[in-house]
């Protein structure tokens, strides 16, 4: 089975954001391998494992976290990794989407495998409009899938514990929620070997523009609020406190 | 005075006394077989070893150490008197008794007979004489020392206890067999021999200067009523008893615990206590650590022999104490039974103690147990407690290397090391943080990076983000400049040292933390660098290229403390101090501490566990990051029950490491002593009694 | 060309899900303002019966079939792709769920119409425009949408279920919900084991996080549950250890709940988790770190001891 997956780069979760009026400011933005788009490679490894084949990895923008993310793909077994674009851009999912379909009609995947949701995709799932542009069918919200003839089982997940399984048909696109097991570790020799190996290639690509129809006109902090009414004392007065605002609550 | 005539110039006896040519004969026919079975056994073990990777040992200085720490027997006397000096005596007799016969082959079968010198003989008169006086003095402390030693045995001391930690079936009675047949062998060689001799000396009429062997002396005249022909009878059938046991001891020797008796003085000879501080690099980056036997060095394969079941690394371990499943002793012995069983090496009392070890493929995860691996804090306690010289750390760190190569990581641990490669601290923030510590200060620290300054403080990646140990260092940053002291840190060019990033096996972070350290400091302007954090010391001064010379903020304290730069007044009260792993056993620092104690006035009582014995808090080897949910008790929990059971008066705990502020502070509370005693670091000690100064 | 809303109905087990509702009410919302109609399209097995619990539509759209399956992400996709290419709303309202996404995103991408993710709020004056959360609810951002039509995703609470669940009885239309050469096929659902709480249903969650630090204290906390008649969930970590089940799990990759009181016990309140609870009425922290992100979304908190906390209660609440 040739898979390939696709990953990004988002802003770091543990940082405090600023802005930059319709956008973040991104000088001193730190970036990080999107959580699920981790996933979306975990499951990817497993199935190449079970079924053979190839595994490659895609990823927009060229910039160091890009590298990085990408050599610990090949780290973890990916047999090559695409780093498509020249600088790490704000890019809507349309203009994303674009970017990785014409870099996979290049090759024939049987399955392409991205995180389901990142945290800045305002117009769309990156994973869903790739499908589109590949005609493919596509399934989102997965946690597992195993590996059949011509065809792959796929677990979906909705609210609540409940799944449904499916036989899905390759080629196909998922978006993976969680991988059937953690995301392996790796440890960083091999990182570096990963480095020192050239399997990543840089790829020229155009760079991509918006074109999804939906434009951000001002961004914003929310507010947080007073934040909380904090209860002084003990333990003793805070369980007061507590029973009080249940009653207050309608709860007791 | 009577005086007692010795006939000294008659003195020697007749070897083979009453031996036709036919028993003689036998005798060295059995000797040779005993020698030969003997140097079969010794020679596999050589061999065993030769396929060991080669490892730099050869110090002249050490075998000096070595030699002096056999022959006083003080790294056994070491916390156990009593154990030492009876061992002092079974060793001592061991080896007179033993040179004892060799004098006599030399005399007797070489150049009598080989040589063909009789007049070179040398074993009678005045020399007899003193021969037989020490031999006996030295028999007698032989068997003495011996029965000392059955009798701690039989009082089954905690750490004679085989039971293992973990949940592995094990049966280990072939072990105490061993232990007990060793004993009663020597045991049974010494009081034959002193039997021997009674009969001997009544069966050739109590020669006169024979009194000197006091042993058999006494024997004799208990045996006299034998009379002649009976003692003499006794003395052939006693001689061949003794004469075959001992024979059937040397062939034994090396398949049994006896050959502790050889392995033991070439591990110390060996070995390197250091070699936990300064760990070995990787040698090949495509397989880091120890995958399989054939990684281990012939000094690891050495170390696995040379335990002798003491128990004292056992007994000393802060995991095997709080109920996880690694014991320094059972981790040694898994391994020794793998390598014998590699090596078709069968030991007489059973080979397979623990089914599993022998077939194993892998070490790591194979032999020894993942969780066995990863609990284990790196205190070095077992290295300190171990008489003999064994490295257990070096050998569980490479093990490590091997797991973490393979992905065997917790998820705890991966996110402290995502973290780590990230931010270059454990705690999930981004790099440019590490400084943030510093804004509760009402003044600004100089930037090592931007002006010179005489100290380069090393804060740390706790002294930089916990809560609790953030503010020691800001008590350490207001102690130094009320005291006029020229420092400055780094700011965010600072990362975690990889100390503990190194110790829990992950040696290509630890390369990217320290080499973004490096290139930091050789930037910076300073002339010396102090730290607030052991384990950071202890890896700034033994593995970095740059600056070795590291202090202890402890130490420089008490310089300007002695030097009178801070002015102190009086604390009342009694504390303990805690002895950090990092800074006592690893960098022998144990007074600087004690002595800004004393310089507050308060009163020091020490707590059992203490100086190199000190009981670590748990947090060290990177398991301050991973699941402790599973242990019975936490070590720090253990730690702080030592300290209140000192007495309701010492109120204060004195900690001189950031991991023991956080883990003893928690464990105060959790021990429910909030209130009864309180977690200080020193630095907060010397601000209160700085505040007790009287104005004017 | 309308001025129609379109809302895709997403139900399972034959019940329309709440996100529904919402989503009808904020069409009505909508239509307020526009004047178009509320349309709702059910599709899939059973879908004739659920017309009768829609009712705060004005057009309900049904295309029964049991070819699909309880949901087939390429199926109902398609036919409610055909729907919106036909009918042509200006506003089309899917939830933002695991239903949603496969719908949503195929529309937009077939029907070639801008999509809007993460959306909170619609507002259909001066040309389409709204709200988004993004960056894991850390940024809010105002969008505008080029054209006069897109699909909106929207996130749980934008609207107020029972709000759309009112209303009269809409008219029902029959629409051709058949399919062909499908690539993905339902093979079943699995329901985790029964007797398990939903915790979403729930008036009163005791959350529990890392704080809980073992298995072993999970114990006092479900007594305190008991105790106040309420249900235990958890954020991530502790689902992830498998000290509770995945039913429990509130946030991101669990559940999303609104209850009317959320006691958070040694939860930070990482985003991850705030999403999935940040709307309950009444929200109390307890937190040993005074930093801790939960106690900006709030309403009460504590700073202690989770371990002096939870006997207290249990000691009142015994009494």
């Known amino acids: ?252 | 005075m009577p005086t007692i005539v010795l006939a000294t110039e008659e003195a020697g006896r007749e070897v083979f006394l009453g031996f036709n040519t036919a028993a003689i004969a036998l005798f060295y026919f059995l000797t040779t077989v005993a020698i030969a079975i003997f140097m079969w056994g010794f020679y596999r073990r050589i061999r065993k070893y030769r396929k060991g990777r080669p490892a730099a040992r050869l110090s002249f200085k050490r075998f000096i150490n070595a030699l002096a720490d056999i022959s006083s027997n003080r790294t056994i006397a070491k916390r156990n008197r009593t154990v030492g000096i009876a061992h002092f005596f079974v060793l001592w007799g061991f080896i007179v008794l033993t040179i004892g016969t060799a004098i006599i082959a030399i005399d007797e079968d070489i150049i009598a007979v080989i040589l063909n010198k009789p007049e070179w003989q040398f074993w009678h008169g005045p020399f007899y004489v003193g021969y037989a006086f020490i031999l006996d003095v030295f028999g007698i402390g032989f068997v003495v020392g011996l029965i000392v030693l059955a009798r701690v045995r039989r009082s089954q001391p905690s750490r004679l206890d085989y039971t293992r930690v973990d949940d592995v079936e094990a049966d280990r009675r072939g072990y105490s067999l061993d232990d007990r047949a060793f004993l009663a062998i020597l045991v049974f060689l010494g009081v034959s021999g002193f039997l021997l001799e009674g009969f001997r000396i009544a069966a050739t009429d109590f020669p006169s200067f024979e009194i000197v062997s006091i042993g058999g002396w006494t024997v004799s005249q208990l045996t006299r009523p034998l009379g002649e022909t009976g003692n003499d009878i006794a003395r052939m059938i006693t001689w061949w008893i003794h004469g075959v046991t001992a024979l059937a001891f040397v062939a034994y020797l090396p398949y049994s615990k006896g050959m502790h008796i050889i392995n033991d003085a070439a591990d110390l000879a060996f070995t390197e206590p250091r070699s936990a501080a300064k760990l070995a690099p990787v040698v090949d980056a495509t397989a880091p650590g120890y995958q399989t036997l054939e990684d281990f060095t012939w000094k690891d394969l050495l170390d696995l022999d040379s335990c002798t079941k003491c128990g004292r690394c056992h007994e000393v371990c802060p995991a095997a104490a709080s109920g996880s499943p690694l014991s320094p002793r059972d981790l040694i012995l898994d391994l020794r039974e793998h390598a014998d069983a590699r090596s078709g090496i069968r030991m007489w009392y059973g080979a397979g103690a623990r089914p599993g070890n022998a077939d194993a493929s892998e070490v790591a995860g194979g032999v020894i147990a993942v969780e066995t691996l990863w609990s284990c804090t790196t205190c070095m306690a077992c290295m300190e407690a171990c008489p003999v010289g064994i490295e257990h750390i070096p050998t569980i760190v490479q093990l490590r290397r091997r797991l973490v190569d393979v992905g065997e990581v917790e998820p705890g641990l991966q996110t402290a090391f995502q973290s780590l490669a990230r931010g270059g601290n454990s705690f999930g923030k981004s790099a440019k943080q590490r400084a943030r510590w510093t804004k509760g200060l009402d003044f600004k620290i100089k930037d090592a990076r931007k002006e010179e300054v005489d100290y380069l403080w090393f804060v740390g990646d706790h002294g930089s983000f916990d809560p609790r140990a953030t503010e020691v260092s800001q008590t350490v940053a207001k102690l130094l400049s009320d005291a006029d002291v020229d420092y400055g840190i780094m700011y965010d060019g600072e990362r975690n040292a990889g100390n503990d990033v190194r110790r829990a096996g992950e040696e290509g972070l630890f390369e990217m933390l320290r080499d973004q350290n490096v290139e930091a400091l050789e930037a910076a302007m300073y002339q010396r660098m102090f730290t607030t954090d052991p384990h950071s010391l202890n890896t700034l001064h033994y593995e970095y290229p740059t600056d070795n010379d590291v202090l202890h903020y402890t130490v420089l304290l008490d310089e300007l403390i002695s030097s009178g730069r801070i002015s102190i007044g009086a604390l009342h009260g009694r504390a303990t101090y805690h002895d950090p792993c990092y800074l006592g056993r690893y960098q022998d620092e144990y007074e600087a501490p004690r002595r800004l104690i004393a310089a507050t006035g308060l009163d020091l009582i020490e707590m059992p566990r203490c100086r190199e014995n000190s009981f670590c808090c748990g947090a060290g080897g990177g398991r301050i990051w991973m699941d402790d949910s599973a242990l019975e008790e936490r070590p720090s929990e253990s730690r702080i029950r030592e300290a209140v059971a000192l007495g309701d008066d010492v109120k204060f705990f004195v900690v001189a490491c950031p991991k023991d502020m956080v883990m003893y502070s928690d464990a105060v509370k959790t021990t429910g002593n909030e209130g009864r005693i309180e977690v200080v670091d020193i630095a907060q000690l010397i601000e209160r009694a700085m505040e007790v100064v009287p104005v004017g | 060309m309308s001025n129609d809303i379109l809302v895709y109905v997403e139900h399972l087990n034959g019940e329309v899900t709440d996100a529904t509702f919402e989503l009808i009410a904020v069409a009505r919302s909508i239509a307020g303002q526009t004047g178009g109609s509320v349309d709702a399209a059910v599709i899939g097995s059973g879908a004739g019966g659920l017309a009768g619990s829609l009712g705060g539509a004005d057009r309900i759209l049904v295309g029964d079939t049991d070819d699909l399956g309880a949901f087939n992400p390429q199926g109902h996709a398609s036919v409610f792709a055909t729907v919106v290419s036909e009918r042509n709303p200006a506003v089309t309202l899917v939830p933002y769920t695991s239903v949603g996404m496969d719908v949503g995103n195929h529309v937009a991408a077939s029907c070639q119409v801008p999509l809007v993710s993460y959306c909170l709020s619609v507002d259909p004056g001066d040309g389409l425009s709204g709200t988004c959360q993004l960056y894991g609810g850390k940024v809010e951002a105002d969008i505008e949408v080029d054209g006069d039509r897109a699909v909106f995703a929207m996130l749980a609470g934008a609207g107020s279920a029972d709000d759309g669940r009112s209303g009269g009885a809409g008219a029902v239309e029959a629409i051709d919900a058949s399919t062909s050469d499908l690539a993905v096929s339902f093979i079943g659902l699995s329901e985790p084991e029964g007797g398990d709480v939903d915790i979403a249903a729930e008036e009163i969650l005791i959350a529990v996080g890392r704080g809980i630090e073992s298995e072993d204290n999970i114990e006092e906390a479900q007594e305190l549950a008991d105790a106040l008649g309420a249900a235990l969930a958890a954020s991530r970590p502790i689902i992830d250890q498998g000290w509770l089940p995945k039913t429990r799990q509130v946030g991101k990759s669990g559940l999303t709940v609104k209850p009317k009181v959320y006691l958070a016990l040694g939860i930070s309140g990482a985003p991850e988790h705030l999403e999935g609870m940040r709307d309950s009425a009444t929200i109390i922290a307890v937190n040993s770190d005074p930093q801790a992100p939960i106690f900006g979304v709030a309403h009460y908190g504590w700073v202690g001891d989770l371990f002096d906390f939870i006997p207290e209660m249990n000691d009142r609440l015994d009494g």
């Open chain 1, 1 to 252: 089975m040739n898979i390939a997956v696709l990953l990004r780069a988002v802003p770091d979760p543990v940082e405090e954001l600023e802005l930059d009026g319709e956008d973040l400011d991104r000088d001193f933005l730190g970036y990080v391998l999107n959580e699920f788009d981790d996933h979306a490679l975990e499951e990817g490894l497993l199935l190449k494992e079970e079924t053979g084949g190839t595994l490659t990895a895609f990823a927009l923008g060229n910039a160091d976290e890009v590298e990085q993310m990408l050599h610990t793909a090949i780290a973890k077994g990916a047999d090559g990794a695409k780093m498509l674009g020249e600088e790490l851009e704000a890019v809507d999912a349309h203009a994303q989407a674009a970017t990785f379909v014409e870099a996979l009609s290049e090759g024939a995947f049987d399955l392409v495998l991205s995180g389901v949701q990142a945290s800045d995709e305002v117009d769309g799932q990156v994973a869903m409009l790739v499908a589109a542009g590949l005609g493919l069918p596509h399934v989102s919200v997965v946690v597992g899938t195993e590996a059949g003839d011509g065809s792959l089982k796929v677990t979906k997940e909705y609210w609540a514990g409940i799944t449904a399984d499916y036989s899905v048909q390759l080629p196909a696109v998922l978006g993976v929620q969680t991988a059937r097991e953690a995301p392996r570790y790796v440890a960083v020799a091999r990182i570096r070997q990963a480095q020192d190996s050239g399997a990543l290639e840089e790829v020229d690509v155009d760079q991509p523009e918006n074109s999804s129809g939906v434009r951000i006109t001002e961004m914003r902090i929310p507010e947080v609020g007073e934040g909380a009414d904090m209860i002084d004392g003990d333990e003793e007065a805070a369980a007061e406190r507590v029973l009080e605002i249940l009653q207050a609550a309608g709860v007791r």
